[in-house]
């Protein structure tokens, strides 16, 4: 079993393979002059079973682009099986035709991602479940809401709990949430005017007095998020605290949510923190390398993944 770490971000897999107890394989990913990207790995990897650990994160094109070309070079050094561990994956807000004549582009990427030379797909909380049928290859999806139970036992403990969906399409998630938790259940409804500008219209359950957890599993922009936590502070909320899986947190999003009545929005490592994440008083990390790391021993050893959520 072999590790090997492109660039989006190092400092997960070095922890994963920390969890493992192995080192990184010696790899180069470097830029030429015009910012063509060439791999070199610089140990044999004949035979092996490798896992290449690579979120599609901003710079999205270059960091898919690494992660296609490190691929081929595995492919063509003899590499017995690829593992591509994509924490987050990019383009799967494109998972369906939003209008004429407009692409589907997570189906494109996952058909790139075969094609380079991938033999399995593990991933992290995709906005859409159905992505893992856009694959032509077994693709594992492991669910952060676990990993989030067990953080909000350790630090809401003996407060009155109810978990939120900021909207209606993410009933499901909150739901799986609230369960492990044994709270109840609350959801945004909202209309959105057009993309990346959210109304909330309606709170649909009884927030008055409660210390509310909204859940979602991509914070891009931080509007939605932002309005559903003062819809639910106007509805007498006690407090509202945030969970999500990938803060890509683009723009002023780390602002708007210091400005915002947010006490603490808590978001995985599975995309590299920006010096504005570290420094924001209001949002903190939880690492996914444990769960990372023991998908990766499963699915090495040919035993089962989904005992991981059990």
Known sequence: MKIVACNSNRPLAEAVAASLN??????SVR??????IFV????????????????????TNDNLMELLIMLDALRRGSARRITAVIPYFGYARQD??????TPISAKLVANLIVEAGANRVLTLDLHAGQIQGFFDIPVDNLFAAPLFARDIKE???GRNLMVVSPDVGGV???RELAKRLGVDLAIIDKRRERAGVSEVMNVIGDVSGRDCILIDDIIDSGGTLCNAAAALIEHKATSVSVYCTHGVLTGGAVARIAASPIEMMTITDSILATEAVRLAANVRQVTIAQLLAHAMRAIAEE????????
């Open 22 to 27: 192995l080192p990184l394989t010696r790899a």
């Open 31 to 36: 830029r030429f002059a015009d910012m063509e």
């Open 40 to 59: 070199e790995i610089q140990e044999n990897v004949r035979g092996e079973d490798v896992f290449v650990i690579q979120s599609t994160c901003y710079p």
């Open 96 to 101: 369906r035709k939003s209008g004429p004549r």
């Open 155 to 157: 630090r809401y403990a």
């Open 172 to 174: 499901v998630r909150a």
């Open 303 to 310: 035993s089962s993944v989904s005992s991981l959520f059990d």
